[in-house]
């Protein structure tokens, strides 16, 4: 079994900061991919930014400059640090984890953590 479980999430006014946490437990040795996505009600979730174990990162063009991604490994802790945040940020923002190359569906997620970004 395997358990992601974000944190950080809340309100905050355009032009702040959050720092969302996702912490992993359980079998996540094989899940070397881990990375966070977004949604807003009525629409697909989308790639936020993503992380491998060695160290390589992914954050969608975008959101490049406000939005950093980082983990830490001995914690089992997934980051994401929001700068700039603007209202068009306001989102489910959700962890999640799979293996590199393993097939769609097979990602691991967490519950989300609601993000509002006000005005």
């Known amino acids: 079994q395997v358990q992601l479980v974000e944190s950080g999430g809340g309100l905050v006014q355009a032009g702040g900061s959050l720092r969302l946490s996702c912490v992993a437990s359980?079998?996540?040795?094989?899940?070397?991919?881990m990375g966070w996505y977004r949604q807003t009600p009525g629409k697909e979730r989308d790639l936020v930014a993503t992380?491998?174990?060695?160290?390589?990162?992914y954050v969608a063009d975008s959101l490049k400059g406000r939005f950093t991604i980082s983990r830490d490994d001995a914690k089992n802790t997934l980051y994401l640090q929001m700068n700039s945040l603007k209202a068009e940020d306001t989102a489910m923002y959700y962890c999640a984890a799979w293996a590199a190359g393993s097939s769609p569906g097979s990602e691991r997620w967490g519950q989300g953590t609601q993000v509002t970004v006000s005005p």
């Open positions: 992380i491998h174990t060695g160290g390589s990162t």
């Open positions: 359980g079998n996540i040795g094989n899940l070397n991919v």
